[in-house]
């Protein structure tokens, strides 16, 4: 059975795909799910069943001006059903449902000193080549990893790390 978060989530993908915005949309959605995750008195109304129904609506319009009617509709429609906790969920399945339509692939490259913006770029591109979805570059320094470099591409990582060798390394050498 389908869970509830990806049944809004694809409500509203493709309400937003058949108006043609999309990326208006999840803008909008990434913005009030990330100022309910920073403010926690703004979670805490929205999500307590102590506030009445026209209560959050009045509260929603208040903080959410000039927001696209679909998005507005939308949180009108979890407001209604006692649904905006799963707000979260629903935000990770749309941007799923986002990255699989528009071919976007997340790449994270991660690696003990900084990489030059040219380097990283050429690795995203080769990924891109090689996978046919247009790379969503981002690119962490972690000094914990000592070298070599951790890649995650979607949901798989490589780790080639020098961290992650010598703990191997380590295992093997108290297995024998």
């Known amino acids: 059975m389908e869970e509830i978060a990806q049944v809004y989530a ?3 993908f493709e309400v937003a795909a058949e108006q043609g915005k999309l990326d208006v949309v999840k803008e909008q959605l990434d913005q009030f799910a990330a100022a309910l995750h920073e403010n926690r008195q703004l979670a805490v109304f929205f999500f307590s069943p102590y506030f009445s129904a026209e209560e959050k609506k009045n509260g929603l319009h208040r903080a959410v001006e000039g927001a696209d ?3 507005l509709n939308f949180l009108e429609a979890l407001i209604e059903r006692h649904r905006m906790p799963v707000i979260f ?3 990770a399945d749309f941007e799923t449902l986002y990255e699989k339509t528009n071919k976007l692939l997340p790449v994270t490259v991660t690696t003990a000193v900084e990489l030059d913006a040219a380097t990283i770029e050429s690795l995203g591109r080769r990924i891109g080549e ?3 979805n247009e790379i969503e570059l981002s690119s962490n320094v972690d000094p914990e990893i000592l070298g070599g470099i951790v890649l995650r591409v979607g949901n798989f990582i490589m780790d080639a790390s020098i961290r992650t060798r ?3 390394l380590r295992r093997e050498v108290a297995q024998a």
């Open 10 to 12: 694809r409500s509203l």
């Open 69 to 71: 009617p679909a998005v």
């Open 89 to 91: 969920r629903i935000r």
């Open 130 to 132: 090689q996978t046919g």
């Open 166 to 168: 010598l703990e191997q």
